[in-house]
């Protein structure tokens, strides 16, 4: 059984990369052109018209010229309630397509009751990116009302990630060096979050000379366990998950999520490598 939070994640994260973006959001506005501007965009909507900077703060591993290139002119043609709109309107287009008769399912509805019940019930202090997704109007549809609770549980455990990249002094451009060396992530994530050749080179001195990274950019000793330190901060600031929903209600939810992840990943709604540094599930 897969780790909830990659599963939750594996549920969230088609409406990056469906087909359906295109269309919905070329619909939704000009504002939101180009394969970028409408996931920055789409991701930031539940923060309101906030200015770009606010953004790259909450975002933390993206270049700051990443998101100026979308906000705040996409605020401007399309607001972030018609950006939050278009976006659930490909959460369910994609998800009826990928689940098919899962969609319906004995799993989706329970999976959407406690995901839903773990939302409304964890702490929002210094959780900036959850507390916004779940301030967001939950919509009535089993596999929407999933998608909506797996959107705020993924930020939830993300902004505990930020914390504790921050703690250990890595900053966003070193995290992404980090995940690329560890071959988490592709190549092509320097191009992918928007940061320049010489930021990303300093960025990977910077780690060389902390003993992160070795002489030919791969992990030390060192980097593998500060790395593992993250990993383990991170889990522990996800721990409120289970004081939430009890071991049992954990487990219900790992039992009903695997099946739909599983699904997903083998219709094509999670491509791997991907830049979210998230590994293939396991075979079932």
């Keep these: 059984m897969e780790d ?12 990056y990369f469906a087909p359906e973006t295109g269309p919905a959001y070329a619909a939704a506005g000009a504002g939101l052109k180009g394969f970028w501007t409408g996931y920055v965009a789409s991701r930031a909507a539940a923060l309101g018209a906030a200015a770009p900077e606010v953004v790259t703060a909450a975002f933390y591993n993206f ?23 278009a976006r659930l309107d490909v959460a369910d287009r994609c998800l009826r397509r990928l689940l098919g008769e899962l969609v319906d399912s004995a799993e989706t509805a329970e999976a959407a009751e406690l995901g839903q019940r773990a939302v409304r019930e964890l702490p929002t202090s210094g959780r900036v990116l959850f507390a916004a997704h779940a301030a967001v109007p939950m919509p009535e549809e089993p596999h929407l009302a999933l998608w909506w609770a797996a959107t705020a ?16 002094g890595i900053d ?15 190549p092509e994530q320097r191009l992918n979050r ?7 080179q300093a960025a ?5 000379a902390r003993g992160i990274l070795a002489a030919d950019g791969t992990p030390t000793a060192r980097g593998r366990g500060e790395r593992a330190a993250i990993e383990a901060a991170t889990d522990r600031l996800a721990g409120p998950l289970v004081e939430v929903l009890g071991p049992h209600g954990r487990d219900r939810l790992t039992a009903c999520l695997d099946p739909l992840a599983r699904r997903i990943v083998e219709g094509g709604g999670v491509p791997f490598p991907n830049a979210m540094g998230l590994p293939p599930l396991r075979p079932g």
């Design 4 to 15: 909830i939070w990659h599963l939750l994640e594996c549920v969230h994260a088609p409406v």
């Design 204 to 208: 990977g001195q910077r780690l060389r």
């Design 153 to 168: 549980l993924r930020e939830f455990r993300g902004d505990g990630h930020v914390a504790a990249l921050l703690t250990a």
């Design 172 to 186: 966003g451009c070193e995290a992404n060096v980090i995940s690329v060396a560890w071959g988490l992530a592709p």
């Design 194 to 200: 928007g940061w320049s050749e010489a930021e990303w």
């Design 63 to 85: 270049a700051p010229v990443r998101i100026a290139r979308a906000l705040p002119g996409a605020w401007h043609r399309c607001p972030p309630a018609t950006v939050l709109a």
